[in-house]
């Protein structure tokens, strides 16, 4: 019989056992060349524009040229704060903001909790529910602005059939009027996300909790405030802080119902960066207010995460 050759292993060390240090660096070149054309890709889409962007709120950009003229350092961030428009929208966006986090989570949240229970056609109003996310956003604002148009909208013509307007209201012509009805545009479109994730959220408690707190005698509101509402905080509130940094990216709506108007009282930040960038043709004081848009964004998200934690340590050392 012939005699079998000594595997590697037991001859001595194997490549393996030998050069651990090695392998581990092959398999992690290995792991980034697979990745590398994701993260080229990634770069050129989104890195390289954001840092030319912070480079550009630093100097003023030359149009016929179609390069940066001169460096003005912060000189496009002190223009921008000492326009009284600027400030005013950065108020006007948090508030904005704000109001369509809080607006589409309590409306998310109640619809969720309908769409939970058994009833008959529960199915179909499932779909329903899901459709103003398959309108372009575009198509959504025009669908808005036929509603409350002054003189052929079904808005106007409901509320003077039913007696509570005696003249059509022209609706886009008061600022504040016409900021809480885009406001409400937002909300509808952002409806979807928020049920899917929220009736997600609820379908995954355990029943048991349901059903441990009825033979306790519980009534309905007691189960919803010990046990449904405290276990879909976690859920709430991520939802609630991606629902309000869209809402301060908010264009297409405004741009399609009130441009802006009336005299900028729908202006948001967002809508700002397109007005100094493309109308005022001023890429430097655009990238700036870009920035602040962001540094805005990030700063009411940390401050809401610094409150969250606060009220939870409170809680657990109380």
Do not use: C
Not at 163 to 184: K, M, P, Q, S, V
Not at 204 to 212: C, D, G, K, T, V
Not at 287 to 314: D, I, N, Q
Request: glycine share 8%.
């Amino acid at each position: 019989m012939q005699a079998v050759p000594d595997s590697p292993a037991i001859g001595g060390q194997d490549e393996w056992t030998r050069a651990p240090g090695t392998l581990r660096r092959r398999e992690t070149a290995f792991s980034l060349s697979l990745v590398a054309p994701a993260l080229i890709l990634v770069a050129g889409i989104y890195l390289y524009p954001a840092v030319y962007t912070l480079i550009l709120s630093f100097a003023r950009f030359d149009m016929a040229a179609l390069e940066i003229g001169r460096w003005v350092g912060l000189g496009n961030y002190k223009a921008l704060f000492a326009n009284a428009a600027f400030v005013d929208a950065i108020w006007r966006t948090i508030y904005f903001g704000l109001l369509i986090a809080v607006g589409a989570t309590v409306s998310g949240f109640l619809i969720a909790l309908l769409l939970n229970e058994e009833f008959y056609g529960r199915t179909l109003l499932r779909v329903v529910v899901v459709l103003p996310w398959a309108v372009p956003p575009v198509v959504a604002g025009v669908l808005w602005g036929q509603m409350f148009h002054a003189d052929v909208g079904f808005v106007n013509a409901l509320l003077f059939r039913i007696g509570l307007i005696e003249n059509y209201r022209i609706w886009f012509g008061d600022g504040r009027t016409a900021l809480h009805i885009i406001a409400l545009a937002e909300v509808w479109k952002a409806i979807p996300f928020m049920v899917l994730f929220m009736l997600a959220g609820l379908q995954s408690l355990p029943p048991q909790l349901h059903e441990a707190a009825a033979v306790d005698g519980a009534t309905a509101w007691q189960r919803f405030r010990h046990i449904v509402f405290p276990l879909m905080l976690p859920i709430i509130i991520p939802l609630m802080l991606i629902q309000f940094v869209w809402a301060m990216k908010a264009f297409d709506t405004i741009f399609v119902l009130t441009r802006g108007g009336p005299a900028g009282q729908t202006t948001t930040l967002n809508y700002f960066v397109y007005v100094e960038g493309f109308q005022s043709f001023d890429m430097g004081r655009a990238s700036a207010a870009a920035y602040s848009l962001l540094v805005v964004t990030l700063g009411v998200v940390l401050m809401v995460t610094v409150l969250r934690r606060y009220a939870a340590l409170r809680k657990a050392t109380a």
